[in-house]
């Protein structure tokens, strides 16, 4: 993988594989020389060869080879890795800013322009500074094919790393903190593109508005859902995961808690909306108070009543 032409995609690509290839080097080099030197000495100094010990004096010259030599390795490593290391902490001031939000389980990513995927699109050979905002529990932004990955923190400020796509492709982009029952569901993709076609994608209404033309509302809403990750936590086919299922909900009696009560109510689209904004004062009753967060001021009406008409249609 660390060698090979096609996942070196982004300008920290030679800095991370160098200190890889050396460490590792350094590391097969003295699991290799310390093995034979131990398979040697247990061979030439066993009991039958020599019954009877002799007393070895202590070497000056040898104690400082042993010490020197070690902690020079050690130094090397360290500013092999450290010159790896500063740059990406260092973003140029012209970078494209993206804001990056990780929640259970799944990242969104907003652009400049107010725009917003569930992809992260990419122009290349162009400085691309990430602002990283985890929303719940701690997760890990991970680019396996750019060398990056980075911590996102609740709360932390100036969470970000930065980077410079190189080559035109898709890429694997993941979670890599083990952030609750559906981690492995936390994943997308990272389109990389010419600059002038990312420009125009960037800066191109049409499409969405066309799509808004062409889409129900029903469809609207459902991918609404699929972009903000809904379906990691809620099935539509009546099957458990941490959230209730959205089959057959609408208008139909829930037992829920609300201040520590049981009490009925009806799914209506009073109900959806406080739901949304504000997830835990109803919460169905064998669910787990706590887990969702607010979707206040990420959605606009016209999201939430798509979503509405979306669950409807789920009997």
């Not at 500013?79 to 990056?100: L, Q, S």
């Not at 992260?120 to 990430?130: R, S």
């Not at 600059?195 to 049409?206: A, G, H, K, P, R």
Request: glycine share 6%; with cysteine; hydrophobic share 40%.
């Amino acid at each position: 993988m660390y060698s090979s032409e096609a996942t070196q995609a982004s300008n920290f690509v030679q800095g991370v594989d160098q200190a890889f290839l050396i460490i590792l080097g350094i590391s097969f080099f003295f699991l290799i020389g310390l093995t034979v030197v131990m398979l040697v000495f247990v061979y030439k100094y066993n009991k039958k060869r020599h019954p009877k010990p002799t007393q070895i004096e202590g070497s000056v010259k040898l104690e400082l080879l042993w010490t020197i030599i070690p902690f020079a390795l050690t130094m090397l490593m360290f500013y092999i890795g450290w010159a790896g290391w500063k740059p990406m902490h260092n973003p140029p001031k012209d970078a494209m800013e993206v804001t990056v939000y990780g929640r259970m389980w799944n990242f969104s990513f907003e652009y400049e322009n107010g725009r917003r995927t569930d992809t992260l699109y990419l122009p290349k050979d162009k400085a691309v500074k990430l602002n990283l905002v985890a929303m719940d529990v701690l997760h890990s932004l991970y680019i396996p094919a750019f060398r990056v990955k980075q911590d996102m923190v609740p709360g932390k400020k100036d969470n970000f790393m930065w980077f410079e796509p190189q080559k035109e492709g898709e890429y694997e982009l993941f979670c890599a903190e083990y952030c609750g029952l559906q981690h492995s569901y936390m994943y997308t993709s990272v389109k990389v593109m010419e600059d002038s076609t990312f420009t125009n994608w960037l800066t191109d209404t049409t499409m969405v508005a066309s799509a808004a033309e062409v889409e129900s509302p029903t469809a609207t809403g459902r991918r609404v859902m699929q972009s903000i990750g809904c379906f990691a936590c809620h099935s539509i086919d009546g099957s458990k995961l941490v959230g209730p299922s959205f089959k057959g909900i609408w208008g139909e009696e829930q037992t829920v808690v609300t201040g520590g009560d049981e009490r009925e109510i009806v799914v209506d689209e009073e109900y959806i909306r406080r739901s949304i904004y504000d997830p835990n004062a109803d919460v169905v009753d064998g669910f787990n108070k706590g887990l969702m967060l607010s979707y206040e001021g990420q959605l606009s009406e016209d999201d939430i009543t798509n979503i509405i008409e979306y669950l409807k249609t789920l009997k």
